[in-house]
């Protein structure tokens, strides 16, 4: 049997991944009347006097909104919310495994950018923060602007920064093994969508000083005028300034490190004579990558990740998303910044004490990651004044560990 079709029969046989199940007992008359009417209206009117009180007394603090439009689900493009469904389940599966977060599924019926952003800003109030799920470029970054600009909750759209943060710890570790500093090497990124921008985005702010980042219309420069759009230009001015042009062939001339995010089989071998001595690939297409890990080994190529889990060194987003919001929610985060995603990637990275061509990064099932990450976003948290409560360190790892231990605060 394979794999789609057995995950079917599990997915049929328990009509989902996900259930809500009561925390408290309802044994009697008097547990109804603490859990519902009458006793319930002392909490909603708590609540009414002081909105703070929220979060002690609902599933606020621990709630996270899985919010996508099934505009780019996974490698099966605009299939609509209700295909999207089993996705988000997982995803929400994922964040009660792994950081004990408490998070629903919440596909919507329109593809309208200004819709998602009233529908997810209106529903808002019950949930702790909101991850952005599988929404196409380049809507998907004006929606988490401006969701960002109105909600004091975190927002985190994860096809872009999760991934980023997983790309540039394992860059961290590989860089090491080649003895080469982000600011001296050529980076080539091949897609410029979500994933692809925000990769861009956070290897400048770590110094990276040469980016070709392309589509499939080749490097992306500034007055391009084929397959652009207002995001693309924007970063076109920051990395491209001297207009080069060219396809990937081009590109790849004397560069250090490839990052594909696009589509299957799009790296020919023979490109890699084209790089520099010990070249890094990240090849992140799935399920077929943009260079299948064997065909580079062949060509000379020591260290190579995939998003596959087959193969060494998987790229996963799961590395970053619980630990990320595990640690935003420990201290009540607004939001999620980018000294937060940065302390993420080098927790992540700072795991492999000893980095390995076939070990970059940790796996994502390793238990050391998620209270890890946690605890960096947290202190990073801090240390921008986007916190809503404070903690030292000791404080910061106790409550982590507690919740994550399924002890509720």
């Known amino acids: 049997m394979d794999i789609y079709q057995e995950s079917i029969n599990l997915h049929r046989k328990h009509k989902g991944k996900i259930k809500i199940e009561s925390k408290i007992p309802l044994r009697d008359r008097h547990d109804l009347s603490l859990a519902y009417t009458p006793g319930v209206a002392g909490v909603s009117e708590e609540i009414h006097k002081n909105n703070e009180e929220v979060y002690d007394l609902t599933i606020k603090a621990n709630t996270v909104a899985v919010v996508s439009d099934g505009s780019a689900v996974l490698g099966l493009g605009n299939i609509g919310p209700l295909g999207a469904i089993p996705v988000m389940e997982g995803k929400a599966l994922l964040f009660k495994k792994f950081a004990n977060i408490d998070a629903f599924p919440i596909c919507l019926n329109t593809q309208d950018p200004e819709k998602i952003i009233e529908v997810t800003s209106t529903i808002a109030p019950v949930f702790g923060g909101i991850n952005l799920e599988d929404i196409a470029a380049p809507k998907c970054f004006l929606i988490e602007k401006r969701l960002k600009e109105i909600l004091d909750i975190p927002v985190f759209h994860d096809d872009q920064h999760g991934t980023a943060i997983v790309v540039y710890a394992a860059l961290i570790n590989a860089l090491k093994l080649v003895n ?230």
């Open 180 to 409: 080469k500093k982000i600011n001296e090497i050529k980076i080539v990124i091949l897609g410029a969508g979500a994933a692809g921008i925000a990769i861009t985005k956070l290897l400048l702010r770590e110094g990276a000083k040469n980016i070709k980042l392309l589509d499939r219309n080749g490097i992306i420069y500034p007055g391009r005028k084929e397959n652009m759009n207002e995001i693309k230009e924007e970063i076109a001015s920051i990395i491209n300034p001297e207009g080069e042009k060219g396809d990937l062939k081009d590109a790849l001339k004397e560069a250090d490190v490839f990052i594909g995010v696009s589509q299957a089989k799009l790296f020919p071998p023979e490109y890699i004579k084209l790089m520099n001595k010990n070249p890094i690939i990240f090849a992140m297409a799935n399920p077929i990558p943009e260079i299948m890990p064997e065909d580079a080994k062949r060509e000379g190529v020591k260290i190579i990740g995939t998003g596959r889990s087959d193969y060494p060194n998987q790229i996963n987003n799961l590395l970053a998303f619980p630990g990320v919001f595990r640690g935003a929610f420990t201290v009540r985060a607004r939001e999620i910044n980018d000294e937060m995603k940065v302390a993420a990637a080098k927790a992540i990275a700072s795991l492999i004490e000893e980095p390995q061509e076939d070990y970059l990064i940790p796996s994502p099932l390793d238990e050391r990651v998620v209270p890890a990450v946690s605890f960096s976003v947290a202190k990073a948290a801090i240390e921008t004044k986007v916190a809503q409560i404070i903690k030292d360190d000791t404080k910061i790892m106790e409550d982590i560990m507690k919740a994550l231990g399924g002890e509720e605060k």
